[in-house]
C-alpha cells in the first residue's frame, strides 16, 4: 500500500523552528521529486519546496532562506526543517511525492502565533 505520512506540525511563536517529516511506504523513494506544500486557511495549496531524486532543491520566493528540505532515501523519509517562523505560515503543510504517480500526505498543522 502505497502511503506517506507527515508529522512534526505543531503551535510555535513567530521566530521559533519546527521540523517537519514525511514517512513513505509502498514506493521506491529514492526515484520519486519529493516534495512540500502548505494550504492556508480560505487559501489554495501552494508549492513549499522540492528536492529531486539527484538532491537538487528549489523553494518558494517566501521560505528561501528560512526552511531546508532534505531526504534520506535509505530511511525513506524527507524532511523540510523550518527556522524564523512567521504567522503567515501558518497552514497545513503537506507532502508530495512526484514520478509515475503522485503521491500525498494527509497534511500536518503548523500554526505559529505572533
Known amino acids: 500500500q502505497v502511503q506517506l505520512v507527515d508529522s512534526g506540525g505543531g503551535l510555535v511563536q513567530a521566530g521559533g523552528s519546527l521540523r517537519l517529516s514525511c514517512a513513505t511506504s509502498?514506493?521506491?523513494?529514492?526515484?520519486?521529486?519529493m516534495g512540500w506544500y502548505r494550504q492556508a486557511p480560505g487559501k489554495q495549496r501552494e508549492f513549499v519546496a522540492v528536492?529531486?531524486?539527484?538532491?537538487?532543491?528549489n523553494y518558494a520566493d517566501s521560505v528561501k532562506g528560512r526552511f531546508t528540505i532534505s531526504r534520506d532515501n535509505a530511511k525513506n523519509t524527507m524532511y523540510l526543517q523550518m527556522n524564523a517562523l512567521q504567522p503567515e505560515d501558518t497552514a497545513v503543510y503537506y507532502c508530495?511525492?512526484?514520478?509515475?504517480?503522485?503521491?500525498w500526505g494527509q497534511g500536518t498543522l503548523v500554526t505559529v502565533s505572533s
Open positions: 508530495n511525492a512526484k514520478w509515475i504517480r503522485e503521491v
Open positions: 509502498g514506493i521506491t523513494t529514492s526515484l520519486y521529486d
Open positions: 528536492v529531486t531524486p539527484g538532491g537538487s532543491t
